[in-house]
């Protein structure tokens, strides 16, 4: 038997033959099918929609008792440069755009060796604490690093 894909007696074989599939259908399952998603921390949102409406309303209290101050007083003057600050921030903008479409890419193309490394790494770091309590004599210390590590490894079994 062909898979769904090279059947030669298949109807909808593509462009020279009848197509019955919809946007988004295929063979294998439901394919591109964009729904809203579910939001699970609401909670969360509206902290983080009120941290907004503080830092913004933060920054206009400040703009508003501040600037008539610096405007009127013209005894105010900076001798700073901001060449130098912009051209600044502004490479560091391109830099962190650029490593970070980068390193997306990597994620995207080593995906299962990152994320084992990482498992086995965060074992050796709990083993190391667990070392280091042992070291400096402090026991509760190695005692969380065994069982973080063993909780780890299980996990990572």
Request: one cysteine or more; charged letters at 15%.
């Amino acid at each position: 038997m062909n898979p769904p894909d090279t059947d030669p007696n298949r109807e909808d074989r593509g462009l020279l033959g009848k197509n019955t599939a919809q946007f988004g259908e295929s063979d294998y399952g439901e394919r591109l099918a964009y729904e809203k998603p579910e939001y699970r921390n609401i909670f969360f949102a509206i902290l983080y929609y009120i941290h907004l409406i503080i830092i913004i309303a933060t920054a206009g209290y400040l703009w508003i008792n501040q600037y008539p101050y610096i405007r009127d007083n013209s005894s105010w003057q900076s001798d700073v440069d901001l060449t130098g600050i912009f051209v600044g921030i502004i490479g560091c903008m391109i830099a962190g755009v650029a490593f970070g479409l980068f390193w997306m890419e990597i994620m995207k193309r080593y995906a299962s060796t990152i994320i084992k490394t990482m498992l086995f790494l965060n074992i050796g770091c709990w083993i190391a604490v667990a070392i280091l309590g042992l070291i400096i004599g402090e026991m509760t210390l190695t005692i969380i690093g065994i069982v973080f590590a063993a909780f780890y490894a299980l996990f990572s079994w």
